[in-house]
T-cell receptor, first 118, second 113 residues
Framework: QKEVEQNSGPLSVPEGAIASLNCTYS??????FFWYRQYSGKSPELIMF????GDKEDGRFTAQLNKASQYVSLLIRDSQPSDSATYLC??????????????????FGAGTRLAVHP | DAGVIQSPRHEVTEMGQEVTLRCKPI?????LFWYRQTMMRGLELLIY????????DSGMPEDRFSAKMPNASFSTLKIQPSEPRDSAVYFC???????????FGNGTRLTVT
């Protein structure tokens, strides 16, 4: 079982619709969760991070976390063609060897390719 | 803020040659990560450092790979000898120790022929 799993897609949605991206993880001790967007040929860029159960909204983006189910999702409202990219879910795994101060090891899922068509 | 700086942007080399990739993290960031990205395997964590000390190198594929961080502002990833299967995009990323997100460099696209 992979540590962080995502549906590879492609997920195709019409412009203006809600895109829902999902991610599950295996390490119950994980505390921090991130969504990155990666355009073809570019580096990953951070969209959202979430630490607590529930929803966190930032503009058109909402991250949802359910630690009991080991599930994190990203909703994109009013999807635009410019949102077409690969979305990477990342989970921070604590590592005592790294000392105190938070997470030390960020594991990425394989990514879900989103295509928003006009 | 100049961001994470990687060099070179592209590297083409022949099998058996030594390759050195370079990274300058964001000033003030205490953690530095090296990732490799391929279509088949996605983003794989190779090694990470906290305060210049290597913490976990379990992702380094073989002894041909080595990484160093001689000071807080510089890290290298070396492959010697290189093989065609090492062809990938190599990303360096940095963060603070407090659990903030990673900031990625633009990557080095390595092609080994």
């Amino acid at each position: 079982q992979k540590e962080v799993e995502q549906n590879s897609g492609p997920l195709s949605v019409p412009e203006g619709a809600i895109a829902s991206l999902n991610c599950t993880y295996s390490d119950r001790g994980s505390q921090s969760f991130f969504w990155y967007r990666q355009y073809s040929g570019k580096s990953p860029e951070l969209i959202m991070f979430i630490y607590s159960n529930g929803d966190k909204e930032d503009g058109r983006f909402t991250a949802q976390l359910n630690k009991a189910s080991q599930y994190v999702s990203l909703l994109i409202r009013d999807s635009q063609p410019s949102d077409s990219a690969t979305y990477l879910c990342a989970v921070a795994q604590g590592d005592a060897r790294g000392g105190s101060g938070g997470y030390n090891k960020l594991i990425f899922g394989a990514g879900t390719r989103l295509a928003v068509h006009p | 803020d100049a961001g994470v700086i990687q060099s070179p942007r592209h590297e083409v080399t022949e099998m058996g040659q030594e390759v050195t990739l370079r990274c300058k993290p964001i000033s003030g960031h205490n953690s530095l990560f090296w990732y490799r990205q391929t279509m088949m395997r996605g983003l794989e964590l190779l090694i990470y450092f906290n305060n210049n000390v290597p913490i976990d190198d379990s992702g380094m594929p073989e002894d041909r790979f080595s990484a160093k961080m001689p000071n807080a502002s510089f890290s290298t990833l070396k492959i010697q000898p290189s093989e065609p299967r090492d062809s990938a995009v190599y990303f360096c990323a940095s963060s603070t120790l407090a659990g903030s997100p990673l900031h990625f460099g633009n990557g080095t696209r390595l092609t080994v022929t």
